[in-house]
């Protein structure tokens, strides 16, 4: 059994993205990320703190525009249309979740594919149905691909077995898969007996957030694993694999934490890297 460590992954994309931008830079080429954060959530501070540092590395300009809790949604769309019409600005993200009040949905439409690096809008999800190349891919499900790559596991010909149908991880994980040729089976809270698809899985990805949902009963010998789950159960962080029993079994696994969660910040930076040259492309 072979642990997939996403800390290593992360940090030795994190390098060469570092190296590429500079070449970049060189040649004239600008990078930089606007991210807006709407009220005081922690843990969105959190993460927004860890995207800045993140850029901080690569050599990414970062901008955080803060807006209080009582932004009105004209407020908030004059904001994000500021950074569209901005040419400086490459990739332009607004942190979820926001107040209730706000329409998250309706701000969102307004952010160009071009500078969409979350990969949620509508034209990069419509680009990766159509297996574009030019798609900006969201950033959990990329991170899973490049960590199947990095660790070289043949994709072609396999069955993956999707636990999950979110539009963040599920959907565009599946498509992914299908990009790169595995015959695909997306499961959900309505599948009957999960565990008829998931013990025939060569590749299972679990992105459900329920704790151990997968168990070492469920799965097949040299099932390789991506454990996208985040529970947070008395102050301790689980997966949605129970993975001590489902690693007997695993060839390859990720753990919770540091297999997928290391990846979703990296690749948002890839993402900015992408924007910027796919930016420099249009100019030509």
Same mark, same amino acid.
């Given at each position: 059994?072979?642990?997939?460590?996403?800390?290593?992954?992360?940090?030795?994309?994190?390098?060469?993205?570092?190296?590429?931008?500079?070449?970049?830079?060189?040649?004239?080429?600008?990078?930089?990320?606007?991210?807006?954060?709407?009220?005081?959530?922690?843990?969105?501070?959190?993460?927004?703190?860890?995207?800045?540092?993140?850029? =901080?590395?690569?050599?990414?300009?970062?901008?955080?525009?803060?807006?209080?809790?009582?932004?009105?949604?004209?407020?908030?769309?004059?904001?994000?249309?500021?950074?569209?019409?901005?040419?400086? $600005?490459?990739?332009?993200?607004?942190?979820?979740?926001?107040?209730? =009040?706000?329409?998250?949905?309706?701000?969102?439409?307004?952010?160009? /594919?071009?500078?969409? $690096?979350?990969? +949620?809008?509508?034209?990069?999800?419509?680009?990766?149905?159509?297996?574009?190349?030019?798609?900006?891919?969201?950033?959990? /499900?990329?991170?899973?691909?490049? %960590?199947?790559?990095?660790?070289?596991?043949? %994709?072609?010909?396999?069955?993956?077995?999707?636990?999950?149908?979110?539009?963040? $991880?599920?959907?565009?994980?599946?498509?992914?898969?299908?990009?790169?040729?595995?015959?695909?089976?997306?499961? =959900?809270?309505?599948? /009957?007996?999960?565990?008829? +698809?998931?013990?025939?899985?060569?590749?299972?990805?679990?992105?459900?957030?329920?704790?151990?949902?997968?168990?070492?009963?469920?799965?097949?010998?040299?099932?390789?694993?991506?454990?996208?789950?985040?529970? #947070?159960?008395?102050?301790?962080?689980?997966?949605?694999?129970? +993975?001590?029993?489902?690693?007997?079994?695993?060839?390859?696994?990720?753990?919770?934490?540091?297999? $997928?969660?290391?990846?979703?910040?990296?690749?948002?930076?890839?993402?900015?890297?992408?924007?910027?040259?796919?930016?420099?492309? #249009? #100019?030509?």
């Amino acid at each position: 059994m072979q642990i997939i460590d996403g800390k290593l992954v992360s940090k030795t994309i994190r390098e060469e993205l570092s190296n590429k931008i500079k070449e970049a830079q060189e040649r004239g080429v600008q990078f930089k990320l606007s991210v807006i954060i709407v009220g005081n959530d922690p843990a969105s501070e959190i993460y927004v703190s860890n995207k800045a540092k993140g850029c =901080h590395e690569v050599g990414i300009l970062s901008e955080t525009v803060k807006m209080s809790e009582n932004t009105t949604q004209e407020e908030l769309e004059k904001a994000i249309l500021e950074r569209v019409n901005d040419n400086s $600005v490459t990739g332009i993200l607004v942190q979820l979740p926001l107040p209730k =009040h706000l329409d998250s949905q309706s701000a969102l439409k307004l952010i160009p /594919p071009e500078k969409d $690096v979350d990969g +949620f809008s509508d034209g990069n999800v419509g680009k990766l149905t159509l297996f574009k190349n030019d798609a900006l891919f969201s950033c959990t /499900p990329f991170g899973m691909i490049k %960590l199947l790559e990095h660790y070289n596991i043949p %994709l072609a010909g396999k069955h993956a077995v999707v636990v999950g149908r979110s539009n963040i $991880v599920g959907k565009p994980m599946s498509l992914m898969l299908l990009n790169k040729d595995c015959t695909v089976t997306t499961c =959900h809270s309505r599948t /009957p007996n999960l565990a008829d +698809f998931t013990k025939n899985a060569d590749i299972l990805v679990c992105a459900v957030g329920k704790k151990h949902l997968i168990t070492e009963d469920m799965v097949k010998d040299g099932v390789v694993v991506l454990d996208a789950g985040i529970n #947070r159960v008395d102050g301790k962080i689980y997966g949605d694999v129970d +993975f001590d029993g489902v690693s007997r079994k695993a060839s390859y696994i990720t753990p919770v934490p540091g297999g $997928v969660g290391p990846m979703t910040i990296t690749m948002l930076l890839y993402n900015t890297y992408l924007a910027g040259i796919n930016n420099e492309t #249009r #100019r030509v």
